[in-house]
């Protein structure tokens, strides 16, 4: 008797999904090691260990349940599965909404030799808490999407934080607490899983395939559920009491400080957002974690996670050409080769990116993002190295957070660019005091780059921009100058921009293949 067959994408790695199947009698179960989708981008060499060990210890784990469970490598991932559906000439394939548009696009296009039950990824049975058509219906009819009011509306839909109608504390959101430098503490040290057999051989297997960034040496993360929960443990136990304070905080050659560092997990599936939010609540009620800490972990799970995702299907494909600025500058080439700059905040976070496949979400936003944004890097172009770079990262996730909110290349959701000079660099982190430049000085070949690039990039879309009330002010700093000083700036930033030079090696970008 035909039976249908499961198909579970790589990000699909849990039990509870409505793509999984709850009895081996129910149907097989197929993964796909998609070459195409492999060789799509210049990924770091750890992003492709993480995902091919954590499917592969995924099918082991339901093999040795009694599950029929097969891993074909081919050149897609609909081509896979009809391999598979021909070989158990199966009844039909069920399949949870791929999180990538063009992934969900070639399933539901493709020829899979059997019909296409496919489940929304949110809601019952999905991976976010919210399906597709529920965040759709929120949207609707507003001229702007706010995290912050979506993120207050899922608080009161989930009861979470709040007490008798109200915000648990008095306020919504605890993020004006949430700034403080690090000045003398130690954060606990992150847990290190070592690569079992099995990881160990996809190390070696992703080193000869000759394609791919960064190394495999010193791969860490994790890659079973247990290791995961292992780490969510570690992460309310021993960093979440003060992850709230340090949230924002940057320290040089420091990669993870108080952060969770669970989102690699996360968004494969070994941990779901209830797990995160379960977690965390049991800490708020033991008392053993401030408001502060618990409601900023709480809002990314909930609030940006959700609306980020959200936002993604809304957007799409167009997302993926906005360019609200027209930047146009090519990728530098020390993003890939971080000893290229000597600027030191954004050579500690792409060392970070280079070294982990990972740095966290200011130096991502206030440094990375940030240069990009004021140097007038075309947004795909940083789009895809962020695709590429970050263990953690998946197009639904990095696109809108880097046109939307780092290089608000995208007004859909953004009040106003995150820009920023060197001021900020120094109030949040010890970078500063060994760098080479000096983050006071406005101009002149040992001024920090950071602060005239910020005047210049201000000045040159002052006409979008001064409209803007929380914005306004800052023109009136730059009209009290003289012209010879206006001058000096804007010429210590056309100089900075002379030194950028794109990378010589050419990296393939191809957002749809696989």
């Known amino acids: 008797m035909s039976r249908p067959a499961y198909f579970i994408g790589p990000w ?67 081509a896979g599965i009809r391999r598979h559906v021909e070989a158990h000439q199966s009844s039909a394939v069920i399949a949870l909404a791929p999180r990538e548009w063009g992934i969900d696009r070639s399933l539901q296009e493709a020829d899979l030799g059997a019909p296409l039950q496919r489940h929304d990824d949110g809601g019952a049975g999905g991976h976010f808490l919210l399906s597709r058509a529920e965040f759709a219906e929120w949207a609707r009819d507003r001229t702007q999407l706010r995290m912050d009011v979506f993120y207050r509306w899922m608080r009161r839909r989930t009861g979470l934080l709040m007490e008798k109608g109200k915000p648990a504390g008095g306020k919504w959101s605890y993020d004006k607490d949430n700034r403080k430098p690090v000045r003398g503490q ?21 080193d000869g395939w000759g394609h791919g960034w960064a190394s ?6 994790p890659v079973t559920r247990a290791d995961a929960l292992t780490a969510l443990q570690r992460f309310v136990d021993e960093r979440l009491v003060l992850y709230g304070d340090f949230q924002d905080a940057m320290v040089e050659g420091q990669s993870f400080l108080w952060h969770a560092c669970i989102s690699p997990a996360l968004n494969l599936g070994l941990l779901s957002p209830q ?66 700059t000597d600027l030191g905040c954004l050579r500690d976070a792409l060392r970070s990116v280079k070294e982990h496949g990972y740095a966290h979400h200011i130096q991502r936003l206030m ?37 939307g909110m780092a290089l608000a290349a995208d007004s859909t959701f953004t009040t106003k660019p995150y820009a920023a000079s060197g001021a900020y660099i120094a109030r949040m982190s010890n970078h500063c005091t060994g760098c080479r430049y000096k983050v006071r000085q406005r101009h002149g070949p040992d001024a920090c780059p950071l602060n005239a690039l910020f005047w210049d990039f201000m000045v040159r879309h002052r006409p979008a921009l001064e409209t803007n009330p929380r914005i306004a002010v800052l023109y009136r700093s730059w009209d009290r100058w003289d012209l010879e000083e206006q001058s000096a700036i804007r010429s210590s930033a056309a100089a900075f921009l002379q030194t950028l030079t794109p990378a010589d090696q050419e990296w393939a970008f191809r957002d749809d293949d696989g």
């Open 186 to 206: 130690t954060p606990p040290t992150l847990p290190v899983f070592a690569p079992d057999a099995l990881t160990a051989s996809v190390m070696e297997e992703v």
């Open 275 to 340: 797990d995160l939010i379960d977690a965390a609540m049991g800490v708020w009620r033991a008392e053993k974690a401030p408001i502060n800490a618990v409601e900023g972990f709480i809002r990314q799970v909930i609030g940006w996670r959700e609306f980020i995702r959200g936002v993604y299907w809304l957007r799409m494909p167009g997302l993926r050409q906005a360019n609200r600025f027209d930047a146009q500058r090519p990728l530098p080439a020390f993003f890939w080769e971080p000893e290229g």
């Open 367 to 403: 440094v990375i993002g940030n240069f990009s944004l004021l140097t007038g890097l075309r947004p795909l172009d940083v789009s895809h190295w962020f695709w590429a770079g970050f263990v953690d990262a998946s197009e639904w996730v990095e696109l809108p957070n880097v046109h």
């Open 216 to 221: 495999v040496e010193g791969f860490s993360w």
């Open 12 to 78: 699909d790695l849990d039990r509870r999904l409505s793509c999984v199947p709850k009895d081996p009698a129910d149907g097989t179960i197929v993964m796909v090691e998609s070459i195409g989708k492999s060789r799509a981008l210049p990924y770091h060499k750890k992003k492709l260990v993480l995902v091919l060990s954590a499917m592969r210890h995924f099918a082991e784990a339901l093999r040795a349940d009694g599950f029929d469970v097969s891993i074909v490598r081919a050149r897609s991932y609909a």
